[in-house]
């Protein structure tokens, strides 16, 4: 059996190559948060589909990960915004996650306020670096797109996020209650 495929304009990936050459300059330029956003959904939207991207974990960082957003506040919503933020890792953009706070709320079907508390606890946790305000990139100790050598650049940046705090040994109990 033969191997379908999808026919699309060359023109598009004149485009797309375009599109990505502002992004990975939108600094230089002074893009906004709203132009960069605005760019980087018309590069998804006509990129090829077959061209999935990837995201590599590093598996005892996302270990760690877990258990620490375990051990703090509104876990279940903490790690939903986590998988969203995974999802919307840029490829070859030093980690930035290329999602609006609205974007990443919608996709981890949580309420915004608790995607802002997510956000922040994430940043507190040391999985994410905010880079701007509504802009974040990934710890690359714990996650990457894109060339291993970029990777490798970037860790030296910032440290693997710590194991989350232990608990107590001993729990002070007074007449029998703790």
Same mark, same amino acid.
């Given at each position: ?8 304009? $060359? ?26 956003? @605005? ?14 991207? #990837? ?5 005892? /960082? ?8 375990? +051990?703090?506040? $509104?876990?279940? /919503? ?6 969203? !933020?995974? +999802? #919307? ?11 609006? /706070?609205? /974007? ?6 949580? !309420? ?24 974040? $990139? ?6 990457? +797109?894109?060339?291993?050598? $970029? ?24 007449? @029998?209650?703790?």
């Amino acid at each position: 059996m033969g191997k379908v495929t999808r026919l699309r304009p $060359k023109r598009h990936d004149v485009i797309v190559e375009a599109l990505q050459l502002v992004l990975d300059f939108g600094d230089h330029y002074q893009l906004d948060r709203h132009t960069r956003d @605005g760019l980087a959904a018309a590069v998804g939207r006509l990129a090829p589909p077959e061209s999935w991207g #990837f995201v590599m974990l590093n598996p005892d /960082q996302q270990r760690t990960v877990l258990r620490t957003i375990k +051990s703090g506040p $509104k876990p279940l /919503q903490t790690v939903m915004v986590w998988n969203a !933020c995974i +999802s #919307f890792i840029a490829y070859d953009r030093d980690g930035e996650i290329a999602a609006s /706070q609205t /974007q990443i709320s919608e996709a981890a079907d949580v !309420c915004i306020t608790d995607t802002s508390r997510a956000l922040s606890r994430l940043v507190e946790i040391g999985v994410l670096i905010r880079t701007g305000r509504g802009r974040y $990139k990934v710890n690359s100790h714990v996650a990457w +797109s894109g060339p291993l050598h $970029k990777r490798e650049i970037a860790a030296k940046e910032h440290q693997p996020v710590p194991p989350p705090p232990a608990g107590p040994l001993l729990v002070v109990m007074e007449g @029998g209650k703790p």
